[in-house]
């Protein structure tokens, strides 16, 4: 049996499923951004609203929403990091698919219809 340090025979430099992975790890980075900043943001808006009506029943009312939406933030913002980890520990022998992943962090190319590389 042989073992490989490198990536290259999982994905090579100019594989397909390098640039899928590139474009998978660009995705959650956008997500893990784009998403708790909305949730953060929606809730300042209910707050304020619920402020600027100055009620303290719509003001209590506003707060739990809030703190479920800033909670549901961290939670999407953690959750590659919990499943990195999880990998880390079940798959101990096997880091093929980590150096792939690790790989991945570049600029993919571009390929067409056919799955050519451009």
Do not use: H, Y
Not at 61 to 88: D, G, S, T, W, Y
């Amino acid at each position: 049996m042989m073992f490989l340090d490198s990536a290259e025979s999982l994905c090579p430099q100019d594989s397909q499923l390098l640039n899928v992975l590139t474009l998978v790890r660009t995705v959650i980075k956008i997500l893990q951004i784009v998403i708790p900043m909305g949730l953060i943001l929606m809730g300042t808006v209910d707050m304020g609203k619920a402020v600027i009506a100055g009620d303290e029943k719509k003001i209590k009312e506003a707060q739990k929403p809030f703190v479920k939406r800033i909670v549901a933030a961290v939670i999407v913002f953690i959750i590659p990091f919990i499943v990195n980890l999880v990998m880390n520990l079940v798959t101990t022998n096997n880091n093929e698919w980590k150096n792939c992943w690790n790989a991945a962090n570049g600029k993919f190319e571009a390929f067409d219809a056919s799955g050519d590389l451009e």
